[in-house]
């Protein structure tokens, strides 16, 4: 130790090892920034930063050496070799370059350790090369042990400085592997130097320096110049990643939804753009301010008392008094050694506004901002429940409930769309709530309907009737709607009051229900309260049509078939299908009863299918080719698809096309002229025959017969009934048989019950007959039994004409 530090002190210049000290202190710290970079660049940009790592820290150990060997007084006059001394510098570069590679390629702390260790043996490597380009007299002599402790020294001092740098995201990292390395070369070239024996050279070569030592100085002011641009370079380009990485993490945090604020204890020293957003401040007003006051000191209490990223939910105050919901949460800054905390901000605005929504919209309508079917149940119970037991402003007697139900609502949507249906429905709403007194209730119910419910005090039952006119007064005018649509869809209103009607909410609402069904079914357009027994009757239809929705299923329904003869020969050429109800209970039920129930019920789409492939299965059994006549409902033409429905039936059953006779009527076809007449096209071309049915009542217009070539026309029965007792109903008779005669098409005249029908009708050459006098609708095991028309039947029952409507279900 002591000849160490002999070595050092008393043969070196001081100034000149100062600087060669300083030399190897700033190559060292360039070459760590170097790697630092490297260590946050990808891949390839990293490797050519340290390969640059390794130039500089070459060339910085290169001109540490030369540098001290110059403050080495003893060979102050010596020379130097210029190949020896670019040898060193190549050695010097080249290995440290390798070990610094060596180290940024491997992840394991193992592997920086051999990294440093490379990089330590090429500061070796160089120092005695260098050493070697000394020209002296006589070769100089080492002492090997010296020289084996300076080699140990610069490999191991060079494997701590890489461990001890890790990965150098941090800036104390870099400043310990620069320290490292800086000892590795001084220990190295030190310890070195001490390891010289030879007083004889030392004292043949001191003296004045060497002429051409120049070159030397030139070379290592070259060296140091590099090593202070690329390190200059470095500095400038670790500034301007640091800005731009700082930049991006700005925006990164601005572009965060959550609002982030950074405080150094209770001092807010940053935030992000959503945390400013969301407090109403200034980043700059932020800055400085107390945490406690951005928070308040109740949220910021909590917080504290928190858990490391547990949420805290509380409000902030706004400079104007807002209060803001948030959820707040903090984190401790890691890389940070100042004790810095990140608190995240999250707005609940939004979902306490979606809370509230859904609240509202669990007891409203979403349309039209009414009360809806949960609400008013709530609001009909209380207001029974106030009327039993009173107020303390007094009792209040009755309840009444008044249901609202919107006349032509469906042509309004047919006509001009659902967005124009929607808009009456919100229009009908704003015009009903005027008119309602404190304590009603308006809620839409669904649909076109709508429901209010109303205390009546002092038994004050008129004054739910003077409602409900001025409701239908206010029906009266025309909506008139954005874009300048206009529409009248009227209201019809039924009306119940408890206790009389009712005293539970579910009774009470079914009875004004009750009423308004009885209220649309006389004309609409009107009030009508509720009367037990003309409703009772009501609830009996109610009743029927709820069975027939099972008669189906149950196979509870039949086909009888009624003859149709060809007026000429009196053969049989086909049979009408007529639909029949046997319930188990009440037995056979009218055609007149149950088909305009389905009709009302939205069931005659069911039952029409149902008897169309019922009577086409039994016709394709039959072994004579009989034609089966099929009605078709008006709500079966509403049906774009009913074409394919016929085919894919007659597919099913196996009847030809030919065998079947679609009867329809005028009313059928007038709602929608182009849409009927489509469909009718579409049948025609499947092979059916298409029968206008009841013609002479109704329209009965020409242009339909023109518009469409019908096979066949039906005179109505109440026309064919008064032949005998009317001289126009033979007259129109007449002109319907000459105006088929015309059209080429052929005329079936119903209802024929007498002879003196049947010879009027042969006498004007009709071409088809039907009626009781050839035979009453029977079950399908009878029709081969059937004979030539002979004596009449018995005279008709009153149902005949109901046997056709529910042909028309069909």
């Known amino acids: 130790m002591r000849q160490l530090y002999l070595c050092i002190v008393e043969p070196h210049d001081i100034a000149l090892t100062l600087l060669a000290l300083l030399v190897c202190v700033l190559s060292t710290l360039t070459a760590f920034r170097l790697y630092q970079r490297a260590r946050a660049s990808n891949r390839r940009t990293g490797l050519l930063l340290v390969l640059a790592m390794g130039l500089v820290a070459g060339l910085g150990t290169w001109s540490t050496h030369f540098v001290a060997m110059l403050a080495y007084r003893p060979f102050a006059a010596a020379d130097y070799g210029i190949g020896g001394t670019l040898a060193s510098l190549a050695v010097a570069i080249v290995v440290m370059g390798c070990g610094s590679v060596v180290a940024f390629a491997s992840a394991s702390a193992v592997g920086r350790l051999a990294g440093g260790a490379l990089v330590g043996a090429g500061v070796a490597a160089m120092h005695y090369l260098g050493m070697s380009a000394l020209v002296l007299p006589l070769p100089v002599a080492y002492d090997p042990g010296f020289v084996a402790v300076s080699v140990v020294a610069g490999c191991v001092l060079g494997a701590l400085a890489f461990a001890g740098a890790g990965d150098a995201t941090r800036r104390a990292q870099v400043h310990i592997g620069a320290g490292g390395l800086a000892a590795a070369i001084a220990a190295m070239h030190f310890t070195g130097m001490a390891s010289i024996e030879t007083a004889s050279v030392v004292d043949a070569v001191a003296g004045a320096r060497h002429p051409k030592i120049f070159w030397l100085a030139a070379g290592i002011v070259v060296a140091m110049l590099l090593v202070l641009g690329i390190g200059l370079a470095a500095i400038l380009v670790d500034a301007r990643a640091r800005r731009g990485e700082a930049t991006r993490l700005r925006a990164f945090a601005d572009a965060a939804f959550e609002g982030l604020v950074v405080a150094e204890g209770d001092v807010v020293v940053d935030a992000n753009a959503a945390a400013c957003a969301l407090t109403g401040r200034m980043l700059a007003e932020i800055r400085g301010t107390p945490l406690s006051t951005l928070l308040g000191p109740a949220l910021t209490e909590r917080l504290a008392q928190a858990a490391d990223a547990q949420t805290v939910e509380g409000a902030l105050r706004a400079p104007d008094g ?180 009712g005293t539970d909410p579910q009774r009470l609402l079914a009875n004004a229900d009750m009423a308004l069904y009885r209220a649309k079914s006389e004309g609409r357009g009107r009030l009508r309260t509720f009367d037990a027994a003309m409703d009772a009757r009501l609830r009996e239809r109610y009743a029927l049509a709820a069975e027939l929705r099972e008669a189906i299923p149950r196979g509870e329904l039949s086909l009888h078939f009624q003859p149709q003869i060809a007026a000429p020969t009196g053969e049989v050429v086909g049979f009408e299908a007529l639909v029949r109800w046997h319930h188990p209970t009440r037995g056979l039920v009218p055609p007149a009863e149950f088909i305009p129930l389905a009709e009302e019920n939205g069931l005659v789409l069911q039952l029409g299918e149902w008897v169309l492939a019922r009577a086409c299965a039994e016709a394709a059994t039959w072994e004579r080719p009989y034609k089966v006549a099929v009605n078709l409902s008006p709500v079966q033409f509403q049906s774009h698809d009913l074409p394919e429905t016929v085919w894919e039936i007659l597919l099913a059953t196996g009847l030809a096309p030919a065998r079947l ?59 064919v009934s008064r032949l005998e007792s009317q001289p126009q109903a033979a007259s129109i008779v007449r002109a319907v048989l000459g105006l088929g005669r015309s059209l080429g098409m052929g005329v079936v005249a119903e209802g024929v019950e007498t002879h003196a029908q049947m010879r009027f009708l042969s006498a004007e050459s009709c071409d088809e007959v039907q009626g009781y006098l050839f035979g009453r609708p029977m079950p399908a095991r009878d029709i081969p039994e059937l004979r030539r028309g002979g004596d009449a039947l018995d005279a008709a029952d009153g149902g005949s004409r109901s046997e056709k409507r529910a042909g028309n279900a069909a």
């Open 322 to 501: 807002t209060r803001i919901p948030v959820t707040v949460a903090r984190r401790t800054l890691e890389c940070e050694s100042t004790g810095r905390v990140v608190v995240a901000l999250r707005d609940l605005r939004e979902r306490e506004a979606a809370s509230q929504r859904i609240r509202f919209l669990a007891s409203h309508d979403a349309l039209t901002g009414l009360p809806n079917r949960a609400a008013f149940a709530d609001a009909l119970q209380e207001a029974l429940e106030e009327a039993d037991a009173g107020t303390s402003a007094g009792p209040i007697g009755q309840v009444a409930v008044l249901c609202v139900d919107l006349d032509h609502f469906k042509s309004v949507n047919d006509l001009h769309g659902h967005a124009v249906g929607d808009a009456v429905l919100v229009e009908a709403g704003r015009r009903m709530r005027p008119l309602l007194s404190a304590g009603a209730t308006l809620a839409r119910l669904g649909g076109d309907e709508f429901a209010i419910v109303k205390p009546l005090r002092d038994r004050a039952a008129g004054e739910a009737v003077a409602l409900g006119e001025r409701l239908l007064k206010a029906f009266e005018g025309e909506f008139v709607l954005d874009g300048g649509v206009r529409a009248r869809p009227g209201a019809s209103i039924g009306l119940a009051i408890s206790p009389e009607d």
């Open 661 to 719: 006779e679609l009867e329809v009527t005028e009313t059928a076809i007038i709602d929608d002229m182009d849409r009927a007449l489509n469909i009718l096209r579409r049948l025609k071309n499947l092979g059916v025959t298409i029968a206008m049915d009841d013609f002479g009542t109704g329209y009965s217009s020409l242009a339909t017969l023109q518009a469409f070539p019908f096979d066949k026309i039906k005179i109505d029965r109440s026309f």
